[in-house]
T-cell receptor
Framework: DTEVTQTPKHLVMGMTNKKSLKCEQH?????MYWYKQKAKKPPELMFV???????INESVPSRFSPECPNSSLLNLHLHALQPEDSALYLC????????????FGPGTRLLVL | AQRVTQPEKLLSVFKGAPVELKCNYS??????LFWYVQYSRQRLQLLLR??SRESIKGFTADLNKGETSFHLKKPFAQEEDSAMYYC???????????FGQGTELSVKP
């Protein structure tokens, strides 16, 4: 398996809901990333996990909570989001967190009502 | 500060014409530079990495440290090249990938 997969593809949630995004890779990569991408804008880094430990948090609001249960899985737990959080959420992985090519999943398109 | 600049938001060319998408960077260390492409409703895909020096889909890019540039070129554009192109700089501290604002390439028949 040479791809990063993400579920669900689409998600609609209210501001009081709790939901989770899931990302999976089976390439043996040890670094995983969450990015947020608004329409016609570049991806913006949110979190980096290296060897299952959170290594970078780009000052993301606490309503976004990442989790890395094992080296193949990455979750993003969402709670009490705002409409401005509506975006495409991208997961990526790489062999290590420095000087390695990052490979992206297809994304989860999130709409917060 | 680390920064990637893509000066053109939109580039429109005719099929068969040469195309050059500009990218300039600002980084004090040894840069790791990439070009990613995002076709409509598809995932962000790696197009080129400067150290690999490969030609993917006919695209090439040369790192010019003197001009701090990494422009993407293709001698003959095809309609299927129409997409959003992002230049990105890998910041060595922890793997942070810094993207330019992107250039939308439109290849007309």
């Amino acid at each position: 398996d040479t791809e990063v997969t993400q579920t669900p593809k689409h998600l609609v949630m209210g501001m009081t809901n709790k939901k989770s995004l899931k990302c999976e890779q089976h390439m043996g990569h040890r670094a995983m990333y969450w990015y947020k991408q608004k329409a016609k804008k570049p991806p913006e880094l949110m979190f980096v996990y290296s060897y299952e430990k959170l290594s970078i948090n780009e000052s993301v609001p606490s309503r976004f909570s990442p989790e890395c249960p094992n080296s193949s899985l990455l979750n993003l737990h969402l709670h009490a989001l705002q409409p401005e959080d509506s975006a495409l959420y991208l997961c990526a992985s790489s062999q290590a967190s420095s000087r390695e090519t990052q490979y992206f999943g297809p994304g989860t398109r999130l709409l917060v009502l | 500060a680390q920064r990637v600049t893509q000066p053109e938001k939109l580039l429109s060319v005719f099929k068969g014409a040469p195309v050059e998408l500009k990218c300039n960077y600002s980084y004090s260390g040894s840069p790791e530079l990439f070009w990613y492409v995002q076709y409509s409703r598809q995932r962000l895909q790696l197009l080129l990495r400067h150290i690999s020096r490969e030609s993917i889909k006919g695209f090439t890019a040369d790192l010019n440290k003197g001009e701090t540039s990494f422009h993407l070129k293709k001698p003959f554009a095809q309609e299927e090249d129409s997409a959003m192109y992002y230049c990105a700089l890998l910041y060595n501290q922890g793997g942070k990938l810094i993207f330019g604002q992107g250039t939308e390439l439109s290849v007309k028949p």
